[in-house]
């Protein structure tokens, strides 16, 4: 099997030859960088340099999967919110974020621009879906990433206000995730369009570490559901944290896969959403293959398949700081299911 | 009303959110003529202590507490202006606090900055995206006695280790404590950085301020 027919396999619910290996968010690692010869910042902004980039999750690593974008601004951007350019200390590059004073108060009315696909850098990211999937074919599928409603809601008036809006006027939300489910929605379509092969969408503001429960429930799975109805191919759903309150409504949305924190238990999930959403995670980030090496990733990557994970993946975004071989070592694991 | 039953309110009215009752309430508790600080340690303070043991067992959310630290921050303003100067000014140590310059995230360290002034320090809340720069000038201009770093994300926890440098680089490190949390940081990560430790949440971080400074 290739990695697409592996990865589709999975998804299908058929055997594959063995576990697919690769991430939902963000792959990229300097060492990448400097083995594709594609750096950032440019790598955020320019589709080439963006695909470049992307590929060396296949070309260096060997994950059974692309992703872009890098960041998760994109949507934001062509809504007219600033963007705060991803310098990190020491003069290193990291990932764009959203800057503040936000645009909008909650007492706004958001807009929706009717050239939002051509603004901000969506024209570069479409460009670099289209040459990883000329360059790629059906060998290896390209992920696409979205932001979900209630993050782009976070983005548009602030995080601390929409929290604080969750507790006194929840009701007062919901324009805002109306034109965030908006945003994600016609981006996905365009990167399908573009050759994307599956969708992820990241929530991280819809987390349980964010909002409570009741939250998600009442608000944001409406508007999930509803964006997961209208994408025609498979889609990851990512959030961050222990989402074990939130779970079983997460799966409601729709999304083919799970992508998970190892906050999240892969056994508890299945209790919770049943036997047909496909779970992928199995190795935190920031401790075990940032700071930690091979033999610690692969131990921690044996126990999350034994316990459920079907796609051994970094549990969210990878630090641009993490070491290559630690990443080989988790393919090394999945080779060996 | 007694002043244990001002008590009993104001800690309920903290642990219900409700900003508006519980500034009312110390409007009252100041023209019965009862002592403010007492008011803070027993009836506010009870109230955030009793949040977070909710918070611990998810009973309650993160939107709560954020309202409910608000409404503390000011009932506790009102209280201060009854208070003697000296005693308004006596504060256990100053913080300086904020987080890493590439993360724009700060709900959590608001809520430590908070908690802190509460129990008697004195905070200097440089805000998010702070470069290492000003954590360092701002220890040194204010003379502190804890500089404390937040990061969620493992791009900016880089930072820490930076900041654990720049101080020492500064010739402060040795007269400071420095402390870190964030989401993406761990006991493992202070350990290694050199830092002196870690806090896995507001509440964990007075406890351990507090033993240091009382």
Same mark, same amino acid.
């Given at each position: 099997?290739?990695s697409?027919? #592996?990865?589709?396999?999975v998804?299908n619910?058929q !055997?594959?030859d #063995?576990?697919?290996?690769f991430?939902?968010?963000?792959?990229v690692?300097y060492?990448?960088? *400097?083995?594709?010869?594609?750096?950032?910042?440019?790598?955020?902004?320019d589709?080439?340099?963006?695909?470049?980039?992307a590929l060396?999750?296949?070309?260096?690593l060997?994950?059974?999967?692309? #992703?872009?974008?890098f960041? =998760?601004?994109?949507?934001?951007?062509?809504?007219g919110?600033?963007?705060?350019?991803?310098?990190?200390?020491?003069n290193?590059?990291?990932?764009?974020?959203?800057?503040?004073p936000?645009l909008?108060?909650?007492?706004?009315?958001p807009?929706?621009?009717?050239?939002?696909?051509?603004r901000?850098?969506?024209?570069?990211?479409?460009?670099?879906?289209?040459?990883?999937k000329?360059?790629?074919g059906?060998?290896?599928p390209?992920?696409?990433?979205i932001i979900?409603?209630?993050?782009?809601?976070?983005?548009?008036?602030?995080?601390?206000p929409l929290?604080k809006?969750t507790?006194?006027?929840?009701?007062?939300?919901?324009p805002?995730?109306?034109?965030?489910?908006?945003?994600?929605t016609?981006?996905? !379509?365009?990167?399908?369009?573009a050759?994307?092969?599956?969708i992820?969408?990241?929530d991280?503001? +819809?987390s349980?570490?964010?909002?409570?429960?009741?939250t998600?429930?009442?608000?944001e799975? *409406?508007?999930?559901?509803?964006?997961?109805?209208?994408i025609s191919?498979?889609?990851i759903?990512?959030?961050?944290?222990?989402?074990?309150?939130?779970?079983?409504?997460?799966?409601?949305t729709?999304?083919?896969?799970?992508?998970?924190?190892?906050k999240?238990?892969?056994?508890?999930? #299945? *209790?919770?959403?049943?036997?047909?959403v496909?779970?992928?995670?199995?190795?935190?980030?920031?401790?075990?293959?940032?700071?930690?090496?091979p033999?610690?990733?692969?131990?921690?990557a *044996?126990?999350?398949? +034994?316990?459920?994970? =079907?796609?051994?993946?970094?549990?969210?975004?990878?630090g641009?700081?993490?070491?290559?071989?630690?990443?080989?070592?988790?393919l090394?694991?999945a080779?060996?299911? | 009303?007694e002043k244990?039953?001002?008590?009993?309110?104001a @800690?309920?009215? /903290?642990?219900d959110?409700d900003?508006e009752?519980?500034?009312k309430?110390a409007?009252?508790?100041?023209?019965?003529?009862?002592d403010p600080?007492?008011?803070?340690?027993?009836?506010?303070?009870?109230?955030i202590?009793?949040? %977070? &043991?909710?918070?611990?067992r998810?009973e309650?959310?993160?939107?709560?507490?954020?309202?409910a630290?608000?409404?503390?921050?000011?009932a506790?303003?009102i209280?201060?202006?009854?208070?003697?100067a000296?005693q308004?000014?006596?504060?256990?140590?100053k913080? &300086?606090?904020?987080t890493i310059?590439?993360?724009?995230h700060?709900?959590?360290?608001? /809520? &430590?900055?908070?908690m802190l002034?509460?129990?008697?320090?004195e905070v200097?809340?440089?805000g998010?995206?702070?470069? /290492?720069?000003?954590?360092?000038?701002?220890?040194?201009?204010i003379g502190?006695?804890?500089?404390g770093s937040?990061?969620?994300?493992?791009?900016?926890?880089?930072?820490q280790?930076?900041?654990?440098?720049a101080?020492k680089?500064a %010739?402060?490190?040795d007269?400071?404590i420095?402390?870190?949390g964030?989401?993406?940081?761990?006991?493992?990560? @202070?350990?290694?950085?050199? @830092?002196?430790f870690?806090?896995e949440?507001?509440?964990?971080?007075?406890m351990k301020?507090?033993?240091?400074?009382?």
């Amino acid at each position: 099997m290739n990695s697409k027919e #592996r990865v589709m396999a999975v998804i299908n619910h058929q !055997k594959p030859d #063995r576990m697919p290996c690769f991430g939902a968010n963000c792959m990229v690692t300097y060492e990448q960088m *400097e083995a594709a010869q594609a750096f950032w910042p440019k790598g955020h902004e320019d589709g080439e340099t963006m695909a470049r980039l992307a590929l060396a999750s296949h070309t260096v690593l060997g994950f059974d999967a692309v #992703r872009v974008p890098f960041c =998760q601004t994109f949507e934001a951007r062509a809504l007219g919110i600033k963007i705060k350019p991803g310098k990190l200390p020491g003069n290193m590059e990291g990932i764009p974020g959203i800057d503040h004073p936000p645009l909008y108060k909650l007492d706004d009315t958001p807009v929706f621009p009717d050239d939002f696909l051509s603004r901000g850098f969506i024209p570069e990211l479409l460009k670099a879906v289209r040459i990883l999937k000329k360059e790629l074919g059906d060998e290896v599928p390209v992920i696409a990433g979205i932001i979900g409603p209630f993050t782009l809601a976070g983005s548009l008036i602030d995080t601390v206000p929409l929290l604080k809006a969750t507790f006194k006027a929840p009701d007062k939300i919901r324009p805002w995730l109306e034109i965030g489910e908006k945003a994600g929605t016609a981006l996905a !379509k365009a990167l399908i369009d573009a050759g994307a092969d599956i969708i992820c969408c990241e929530d991280m503001t +819809a987390s349980p570490e964010l909002i409570a429960p009741k939250t998600y429930k009442e608000l944001e799975l *409406e508007f999930q559901t509803k964006q997961f109805d209208a994408i025609s191919v498979p889609t990851i759903l990512h959030i961050c944290g222990k989402v074990d309150p939130i779970v079983e409504w997460m799966a409601q949305t729709g999304p083919n896969i799970l992508s998970l924190d190892t906050k999240t238990k892969p056994h508890i999930v #299945r *209790e919770k959403c049943g036997p047909d959403v496909v779970l992928l995670g199995g190795v935190d980030v920031a401790t075990t293959l940032f700071l930690h090496g091979p033999d610690e990733v692969k131990r921690e990557a *044996e126990e999350a398949i +034994a316990d459920g994970i =079907q796609i051994l993946a970094p549990g969210c975004a990878v630090g641009p700081g993490t070491p290559t071989e630690n990443l080989l070592a988790m393919l090394q694991v999945a080779k060996g299911h | 009303m007694e002043k244990a039953e001002y008590m009993e309110k104001a @800690a309920q009215h /903290i642990v219900d959110a409700d900003e508006e009752a519980v500034e009312k309430l110390a409007r009252e508790y100041l023209i019965e003529g009862f002592d403010p600080i007492e008011m803070i340690e027993k009836g506010l303070s009870e109230g955030i202590r009793k949040l %977070g &043991v909710l918070f611990d067992r998810g009973e309650i959310f993160l939107p709560h507490l954020i309202i409910a630290s608000e409404a503390m921050t000011t009932a506790v303003k009102i209280l201060e202006q009854a208070m003697p100067a000296d005693q308004v000014g006596k504060k256990l140590a100053k913080v &300086v606090i904020g987080t890493i310059e590439g993360d724009v995230h700060d709900i959590g360290k608001g /809520i &430590v900055a908070t908690m802190l002034r509460v129990y008697g320090f004195e905070v200097f809340d440089l805000g998010r995206d702070v470069p /290492i720069a000003t954590f360092v000038e701002k220890a040194k201009e204010i003379g502190a006695d804890v500089v404390g770093s937040s990061a969620l994300m493992t791009t900016t926890m880089v930072g820490q280790k930076a900041l654990e440098k720049a101080l020492k680089d500064a %010739g402060l490190r040795d007269n400071l404590i420095t402390m870190l949390g964030g989401a993406a940081t761990t006991e493992h990560w @202070a350990a290694k950085i050199g @830092a002196n430790f870690w806090a896995e949440s507001a509440g964990d971080t007075v406890m351990k301020l507090k033993e240091i400074f009382s």
